[in-house]
C-alpha cells in the first residue's frame, strides 16, 4: 500500500501529547501502595547525595506533603514524612 506523498508531507513535523508517568507518578503510586497520603504528586527529585546502587533516594512533593523515599529492589520503600502541608 502506497501512501500519497502530500499526506506523509501533511504528517511530518505533526506533534502528539505524550501520557507517559513521570518519576513523581511511579514514587506517588509505591507510597500509596503502602498506605501513605500523597495528593496529587508535584516533583520527585532524585537525592544522589543519599542514593548507592540499587538503592535510589527520593524527594516527593506532593500537594498535601513532602517525603524522602528510598526504593530497593524487591523491598518495600522506607518512606520518611519530612513536611506535612496544610
Same mark, same amino acid.
Given at each position: ?13 505533526? #506533534?502528539?501529547?505524550?501520557? @507517559? ?7 506517588? /503510586?509505591?507510597? &500509596? ?5 500523597c495528593d496529587q ?9 543519599? #542514593?548507592?546502587?540499587?538503592? @535510589? ?7 498535601? /506533603?513532602?517525603? &524522602? ?17 496544610l
Open positions: 500500500m502506497r501512501v500519497p506523498l502530500f499526506l506523509t508531507s501533511a504528517l511530518i513535523g505533526v #506533534s502528539y501529547t505524550c501520557n @507517559a508517568q513521570t518519576p513523581a507518578d511511579d514514587v506517588a /503510586a509505591q507510597i &500509596r501502595s503502602q498506605g501513605y497520603r504528586p508535584v516533583t520527585a527529585n532524585r537525592d544522589r547525595r543519599r #542514593s548507592k546502587p540499587d538503592s @535510589a533516594v527520593w524527594i516527593l512533593n506532593c500537594r498535601n /506533603a513532602t517525603f &524522602r523515599v528510598r526504593l530497593d529492589p524487591n523491598l518495600a520503600a522506607q518512606v520518611t514524612k519530612l513536611k506535612e502541608k
